[in-house]
């Protein structure tokens, strides 16, 4: 909070390939202005992302910024540009399907989130859902951690789980992580906001050590 009482929010951008309901649940809660990330920035890295239309229906800046046909260098270089274009300070990945090389997440090591739809460190990768069906697990959930670089291996912010049920298909189960994960995010995106924005302050001094007699 600044001197004025207002909410010092940390400019987000949220990183799509698709669909785009994660960023939706995302947009939602930073509708208020006490939520702690301000989204100033919708990007994909397609064209036919379906939450592209969704960002800027609500007049969220958009951004397209092919990744097919060009090198990683370049792509990354197109996506930094972008970032520092809205004065970027936060980054959600909300599917985005692309690999991020080790400069980039590097750079942005403790201000890059994603969510991934399982329990890591199980089941890391794609299909997590049919593989958690096929492993027999009592329980699956949705994940959100910090972005290293090891696909899917960064440091765990939260977690939330839910039932596997005996008649449960890929898409019952992927709908009830979904619903899970449209819960987890906003509040785990603001955990970390308030922490990026309020850094820990100093401890006080110790004391003196008492003098022995
Ligand atoms: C979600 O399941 C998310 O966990 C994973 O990709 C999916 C994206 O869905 N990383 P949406 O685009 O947010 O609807």
């Given at each position: 909070m600044n001197q004025g009482g207002v909410v010092a929010r940390v400019r987000t951008a949220i990183l799509i390939s698709g669909r785009g309901s994660n960023m939706t649940a995302l947009l939602a809660a930073a509708a208020d202005p006490a939520y702690p990330a301000e989204i100033v920035l919708v990007l994909s890295n397609r064209a036919d992302a379906d939450g592209l239309?969704?960002?800027a229906s609500g007049g969220i800046p958009t951004a397209i910024i092919p990744s097919r046909g060009r090198d990683r260098a370049t792509f990354e270089h197109a996506i930094e540009?972008?970032?520092?274009r809205h004065d970027v300070a936060l980054i959600a990945l909300a599917g985005f399907m692309r690999v991020l090389g080790e400069g980039f997440v590097t750079r942005w090591q403790g201000r890059?989130?994603?969510?991934?739809?399982?329990?890591?460190?199980a089941f890391?990768?794609?299909?997590?859902h049919a593989r958690a069906?096929?492993?027999?697990?009592?329980?699956?959930?949705c994940t959100v951690h910090l972005v290293s670089a090891g696909v899917d291996e960064g440091p765990v912010l939260a977690q939330a789980s839910v039932p596997v049920?005996?008649?449960?298909t890929p898409q019952s189960l992927g709908a009830r992580v979904l619903a899970a994960?449209?819960?987890l995010y906003p509040a785990t995106l603001a955990m970390l906001a308030r922490r990026l924005a309020n850094p820990l302050p100093a401890l006080s001094p110790l004391p003196k050590t008492p003098s022995k007699t």
């Open positions: 239309a969704h960002a540009d972008e970032l520092a890059m989130v994603n969510i991934h739809p399982s329990l890591l460190p890391p990768g794609l299909d997590t069906l096929a492993a027999g697990v009592a329980r699956h959930g049920l005996a008649d449960d994960e449209h819960r």
